[in-house]
């Protein structure tokens, strides 16, 4: 049997990307996993990671107001977020919401943007 990424098989039952944070050498399961870091201070950048998601064309897909208690929602079912990295995570383990994260949806074109925002190609993608 062929086991894309056996080390993190137990880890990672949904067979979600590795992101390699953009600041430090840790790896994430999971776009959400990459901005929970962020977001919450335990790396650098932290607040640019919640305005950021207001400066795309899309935000209106995903963001209520930045001042809102939850700023974010999921377009598919309306569920309202604090943080950018609980609408990821949504989105990666609710199967009918998942589709938000192809390239061509709103939550896909935010991760685009964050990823060349932070100028690391090759490197957001470290193990498939
Ligand atoms: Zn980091
Ligand atoms: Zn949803």
């Known amino acids: ?17 590795i992101y390699e944070c953009w600041f430090c050498p840790t790896n994430w399961i999971g776009f959400s996993a990459l901005l929970y870091h962020l977001e919450d201070g335990r790396c650098v950048k932290e607040d640019r990671i919640r305005t950021l998601a207001f400066e795309t064309p899309e935000y209106g897909f995903y963001g ?3 001042t809102d208690a939850n700023p974010f929602f999921c377009f598919h079912c309306r ?5 950018v990295s609980y609408l990821y995570h949504h989105a990666e383990h609710t199967p009918s919401c998942s589709y938000l994260l192809n390239p061509s949806e709103c939550l896909g074109a935010l991760r685009d943007f964050y990823i060349e925002y932070y100028e690391c190609p090759g490197s957001d993608y470290v193990h498939f």
């Not at 990424?5 to 990672?12: G, M």
């Not at 569920?79 to 943080?83: E, K, S, V």
């Open 1 to 17: 049997m062929y086991h894309p990424a056996p080390y993190q098989d137990s880890n990672n039952p949904l067979g979600l990307p």
């Open 64 to 66: 209520n107001k930045l």
């Open 79 to 83: 569920a309202q977020f604090p943080q």
